[in-house]
């Protein structure tokens, strides 16, 4: 019985691009790059190369020119147009300026002597050797690890590093584009002052680390339990604002009334009753003032008034009458004690900020060792 032949398939090398106006090289040049094993193809414009480029997917892109001219530039911006969507690494072959290398182009400059040896070593690097693989996974670490850092830094500038939610300086940026827009296409929005009740006696009766776990608890309740569209952030020690988009006092009574009921019920991971409460202000514009502030003033003005009925309730502006006259003609200007007040707690939470970011300076010497 005649036996059958298995037909091995040989994989073809991927081929190698020259660009250049005076063909390809002859001569020894020419016949070291026949031995590299890549069929190499030849064009005379970078703009018909970049064209031939997609259908060959290169291994290798090899720019001839003598000098820097607006031609080969446009060439370069060509070619470069593909390293998205092609997988090839683009040189540059130049006889002269060697020292200078076209902007924005990755590659490596090939020239003078030898310059199929060298085509031949970067060809070695590119399939792979160990160190090379070593060096790119030790990159690739590298990279991850800035993306983390960067990351991280972003958060830290528009995050509460306790409770993981937004802090003051974000809330203040929101809130006044939040108002621009509001004002300029007519709509409403609301905001929701949060104080939490009994967060005092917690810290002194089980200690500030317990406070500060319920304060963690409270971020990732806020943080689960509002819409996307809504913007919770912590404004001072146990103090929140959230500010509702599109969202009339009504409808913020409802989502205030909501996040008391949860507050009063939650529980820690332990699934033990964490015992505390919160009292709310609401205020709306533009049906509680013209301006930011005073609709911020008006919310946290709400939220003593529920404190000062008990506690744990949800109170509205509106809902109770005022002693400011300024307040009862519905006045745009901030009433001056409250103001101050708003003042002095922004400005103390920003200079917190200020001290929690400044590096920590770690002794040395024997202060270092007492410390451990």
Known sequence: MPSKKKTVRKKLARPILWIGKRGLPGGTTGRELSELG????????????????????????????ERLTQAVRSQLDCVSELKSSLDLVVFQLRRTQTEH??????????AGRGMAQQIRVILQTMQGSTSFKA????????????????QRLRNLAVKDDLTSIYNLRFFNKTLEAEHQRARRFGRDYSLIFLDLDGLRE?????GHLAGARVLQRI???????????????????????????????????RVAERLRLGIQRLESSHGIRIGITASMG?????????????????????????????????????????????????????DSADSERLADLLANTERDQRIAEQPIVRPDGPERRRLN
């Open 202 to 206: 917690i810290n002194e009766d089980r």
């Open 282 to 334: 609401v205020a709306s514009f533009p049906e509680d003032g013209n301006l930011s502030e005073l609709v911020l003033q008006r919310a946290d003005r709400a939220l003593y008034e529920a404190k000062a009925r008990g506690k744990n309730l949800v109170c509205c502006w509106g809902e109770f009458e005022s002693a400011d006259p300024a307040d009862a003609q519905a006045s745009v200007y901030l």
């Open 135 to 150: 060096a790119g996974r030790r990159a690739q670490k590298r990279n991850e690890k800035l993306k983390i850092d960067v």
């Open 219 to 253: 971020g990732e309740f806020l943080h689960q339990h509002l819409r996307r569209m809504d913007l919770p952030a912590r404004i001072g020690g146990d103090e929140f604002v959230v500010i509702c988009p599109e969202t009339s006092k009504r409808a913020a009574r």
């Open 101 to 110: 290398q076209a902007h924005g182009i990755d590659g490596v400059i090939v």
């Open 38 to 65: 890549h069929p190499i193809h030849w064009e005379r414009s970078g703009a018909k190369a970049a064209t031939l480029a997609s259908e060959l997917r290169p291994v290798l892109i090899i720019l001839e020119s």
